[in-house]
């Protein structure tokens, strides 16, 4: 290449070209992926204990034709179990022009709710939607909300009579519930009826931070409590570590609601597949962004539950598993 004789006016001229050259190209790329519809997933769990949730919301998604970075984007929020800063999270959210909004659990829920009327909605939900308030109807949400009703509360009779025939000498049982969690009236008062029914003492213990577990569990062992139920709860969930390894130090038998605290070390767990639940919530996400309104898409209910049972575990507390709770095992843990 030739230089004319103004060598410095090329040679700035040059440099400038280049520049422009360098600067197209994020402009490009933000062009390119301003235009992909974003969603705001928020959720009042964590994602350490959501990894599987948050896979097969993806999952759904890419079931209706979106792959996020590819056509689409996500925005992700996760409370940690602290309610309390969802509102901003949510607020945040919406300022950055979601087209969606994915709120996982019901403080979640509630939250998205609250702060918009015009961006479309989809939950999971362990309560009912339409006393929680979310939804009209099930068949006809109505509004800007629709979801997935995960059958949470309603299983906390069930897991009482799976740990009374694991545990059936155990004279006082005891229910751990958060009291900040909207679904805590609903999920007391059902833990009292099955109690009674089975004619089993149960006492209801609060606690909704660390310090409350650990003081908890502490009063648990000077009850001498012959087992404990842990209530569907994502701050429980959060917490999971600490509680499987508050459960193990005072050797207290207890049952939880999600695979992942059994897998982490549990006893067992009866719950709904929440992987299955986020898949639908997926689903209905790619299908309201291809144009579908919440108010039309009726409410899902997620009925597949799952039994797990950890037979290490109990033969470390010196259990012995009935045939009868292996055989309706949805998975034994070795």
Partial sequence: MHCPVGAQMTRRELLSLLGGVAV????????????????GFVNSSSAQAQVLVAAAYRRGLEETGFIEGKNLLIESRWADGQYNRLPEMIDDLIKRNVAVIMAGGPPAAHAAKKATSTIPIVFTSGDDPVQLGLVSSINRPGGNVTGVHIFFSEVESKKLG??????????????????????????????????????????????????????AFASMKQLRVGATLVAADPFFSTRRDQIVSLAARYAIPAVYEQRALVAAGGLMSYGTNLAEAYRQAGIYTG?????????????????????VINLKVAKTLGLTVSANLLSTADEVIE
């Fill in 162 to 215: 799976l740990l009374r025939e694991l545990v059936p000498n155990a004279d006082l049982m005891v229910a751990l519930v958060n009291p900040t969690f909207p679904s805590f009236k609903s999920q007391t008062q059902e833990l009292q009826t099955a109690a009674n029914k089975l004619g089993q003492r149960l006492q209801i213990i609060h606690a909704s931070s660390e310090r409350d577990l650990d003081a």
């Fill in 287 to 307: 299908r309201i962004l291809k144009g579908e309104k919440p108010s039309e898409l009726p409410v899902v209910l997620s009925s597949k539950f799952e039994f």
């Fill in 24 to 39: 197209v190209w994020p402009l490009t790329a933000r062009a390119q992926h301003s235009s992909m519809p974003l969603v």
